[in-house]
């Protein structure tokens, strides 16, 4: 048996209003477009959004698959697109960022200012030897200078390696060695939870011994730092000094523009390797056509770590590319109180917010209350990514946050992808919550069986890309046989050229629309059924004592697997029920939504759930507990202790 099965129903539809409609960035044409002439759509995408110094004649050559080249005898400079474009446009007064750092201090730059810094940055980094092509790890926290030194390390064509500033010595050096990076850009130390947290010490254990030739350090914490002399150097007195003036040169489309490490949920982090002009072309298309951006008017905020790709593609060069105005948030959510987002949607006049469903999920935890005490009425769309937003928390971020009328895009994309693949127009689609719904305009992407073949409406199976697009990965950075072995060797002889193969698992409901199911390596064989850990989750999450789930399947004498289920329970209730009141109600509600054969065998109530640091569950940890083996690799874990935490707690339970 190939395809999972489908046993969740949700029938709630959220079409845009007559008003949305009428302002709408997204039209029916951009799909029209796209289904006629599907490349030479990217191709005026292209030269509609970017500022080519030298205009491209290919639009795509796929004749070496799985690597593309996209736009590859046009030029042009990246930074120079997000930056100096809109500068000599006349909109060098607009505020590019507004900053606002975790004690409360803030600092805005305008695009003309924001350039300037890039420039100076820039001429820096070349006096200190960089060169279009080297490598460059950065290690920071969210300030300005982080989407500064991107910036200037692209405006040079050199490569960027950002590494999430949570992550320890041994894993920021396995990252350094990995790209063989010249340069690393860190601060003395950043803001976290009203404290302090040192970086530079961090830097100094990682690059004893590897190819890093200089430090280069932004002050922000203002804690004491060892310092190397001749290696290290202050941010300020290196790029405060250099002159304002430079000239961005031009490079080939395919100039690479950084490595990115994934997430490493399922396992080793893969270096994802991401060039220009494709790259560059996808995420502005998305940002302005899956966000409705009115670059006039509205602010923006994306609150991902810069770490991570939604950070690359939807903090720094979607909204610069496109001259958007945005927040960039330094802290944690709940510091110093747990409404300081909203405190500032309600300062900043946000009006379109980008955040994922474990954030969603942790306000729903703590209740409306915190949400309701500020003004909100800025929202006009929400965005969701990371992993599946479950209806309930769709319906609550939909009520609570959007005000009951704000369009919720959920996007669905990964680092591989670079860009958002599969998401509704929020002018066009009518919602379903829950559902990604559509590939965006220009992207072509199946479901299917294991042999490759389409599933039919109303199944689930594995979610394909089958045309190249213009912001999909380039490689792994020094092993091109694990890119092809990882994302193109299961259906590398399908008919009309090779397939991506995301790893996720996905159905298509009557209607055409997708439904991502997680990933396949967790779906569940119960006596022969194929479950989706999605599912289930969400059918916990729909019961009003819940407020995160996680699922997995565990091995089973009758059954071959059973339905595992770790839950944490919404703060006003979880005084109310006993763990087994709680886990016997919950078995039973999943056996009336879902059907008996999903009813969990074990439910466990837990205070927390073990996440990657971008805040993903992590399965297959949950899974060796349920199965009683030693844990595995927990390297990309965000909090080490919760599965002990955990383990205990099941063995109380008994
Ligand atoms: P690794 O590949 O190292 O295990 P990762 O897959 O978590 O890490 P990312 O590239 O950050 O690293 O995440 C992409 C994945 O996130 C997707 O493959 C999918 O599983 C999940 N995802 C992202 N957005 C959505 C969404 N809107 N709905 C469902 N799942 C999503
Ligand atoms: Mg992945």
């Known amino acids: 048996m190939n395809s999972i099965d489908s046993l969740l129903h949700e029938s709630r539809r959220f079409p845009p209003s007559p008003e949305f409609v009428a302002n709408a960035v997204a039209t029916p044409a951009l799909a029209a477009a796209a289904a006629s002439d599907r490349l030479g759509f990217w191709g005026d995408q292209a030269r509609e959004l970017l500022h080519w110094h030298q205009p491209f004649t290919e639009v795509l050559d796929w004749s070496n698959p799985p690597f593309a080249k996209w736009f590859a005898d046009g030029r042009l400079n990246v930074a120079y697109n997000c930056l100096d474009r809109h500068v000599l446009a006349g909109n060098g007064d607009r505020v590019a960022l507004h900053w606002e750092g975790e004690p409360g201090d803030s600092r805005s730059l305008t695009y003309a200012e924001l350039t300037a810094e890039v420039k100076k940055a820039a001429n820096a980094l070349a006096a200190l030897g960089v060169v279009r092509g080297d490598r460059i790890a950065l290690y920071l926290p969210v300030v300005p200078e982080a989407v500064i030194a991107m910036l200037a390390i692209a405006r040079l064509g050199a490569i960027h390696s950002v590494v999430f500033g949570g992550f320890s010595a041994d894993s920021l050096r396995a990252r350094i060695d990995d790209a063989q990076a010249k340069l690393v850009i860190t601060a003395d130390g950043g803001w976290r939870k009203g404290k302090v947290f040192p970086l530079k010490a961090t830097v100094d254990a990682a690059v ?3 190819t890093v030739e200089h430090v280069l350090v932004v002050r922000r914490g203002e804690n004491d730092v060892e310092w190397t002399e001749g290696r290290d150097l202050w941010w300020h007195e290196a790029v405060g000094t250099a002159d304002a003036e430079h000239e961005a040169e031009a490079f080939e489309s395919e100039n690479p523009l950084f490595i990115l490490y ?17 790259y560059l072309t996808q995420v502005a298309y998305t940002h302005k056509n899956v966000f409705d951006l009115h670059p006039e008017t509205d602010v923006y905020w994306c609150t991902a770590d810069v770490g991570w790709i939604t950070g690359h593609s939807y903090v720094v060069y979607g909204p610069l590319a496109n001259g958007a105005t945005q927040v960039l948030y330094e802290g944690t959510p709940d510091t110093p109180h747990p409404g300081r987002w909203w405190e500032l949607i309600e300062k900043y006049k946000v009006s379109i917010f980008y955040t994922a469903p474990t954030a969603i999920r942790s306000f729903m935890k703590l209740g409306r209350e915190i949400p309701d005490a500020f003004d909100l009425s800025s929202i006009r769309v929400l965005g969701s990514v990371g992993e599946p937003i479950n209806p309930e928390a769709w319906i609550w971020y939909r009520e609570v946050i959007g005000g009951g009328h704000a369009p919720i895009v959920d996007t669905w994309w990964q680092t591989e992808t670079g860009a958002i693949m599969v998401s509704p127009l929020p002018g066009i689609t009518s919602l379903k919550p829950g559902s990604a719904q559509t590939p965006i305009p220009g992207i072509e992407l199946a479901v299917v069986n294991d042999d490759g073949s389409p599933v039919e409406k109303g199944s689930g199976g594995l979610l394909v890309i089958t045309q190249p697009w213009p912001s999909m990965a380039r490689g792994i950075w020094g092993d091109n046989d694990r890119f092809i072995e990882t994302y193109w060797e299961k259906f590398a002889d399908a008919p009309g050229g090779p397939l991506y193969f995301a790893g996720d698992g996905a159905r298509l409901d009557e209607d055409g629309d997708l439904w991502l199911l997680g990933r396949v390596d967790d779906v569940m064989n119960v006596s ?3 479950l989706s850990t999605a599912e289930i989750e969400s059918a916990l999450v729909s ?11 565990a091995h089973d004498e009758t059954t071959g697997q059973a339905v595992v289920a770790f839950v944490i329970l919404r703060a006003e209730h979880a005084a109310d029920h006993t763990p087994e009141q709680a886990s016997a109600v919950l078995r039973g509600h999943v056996a009336t939504s879902i059907g008996a054969i999903a009813r969990p065998r074990e439910i466990f109530i837990v205070a927390e759930l073990p996440k990657t640091r971008s805040g993903k569950i992590m399965r297959r940890l949950l899974q060796d507990v349920a199965e009683g083996r030693a844990i595995g690799d927990t390297t990309t874990l965000a909090d080490t202790s919760v599965m002990q935490i955990i ?3 099941m063995d109380a339970a008994g």
């Open 543 to 553: 019961h009003p004592i819940v407020a995160e789930s996680a699922v997995v399947g």
């Open 528 to 530: 022969g059924h194929r």
């Open 208 to 210: 004893e011994g590897t």
């Open 262 to 278: 994934t997430s490493g949920t399922t396992g080793k982090p893969k270096g994802i390797l991401h060039s220009s002009g494709g």
């Open 647 to 649: 383990s205990d707690r």
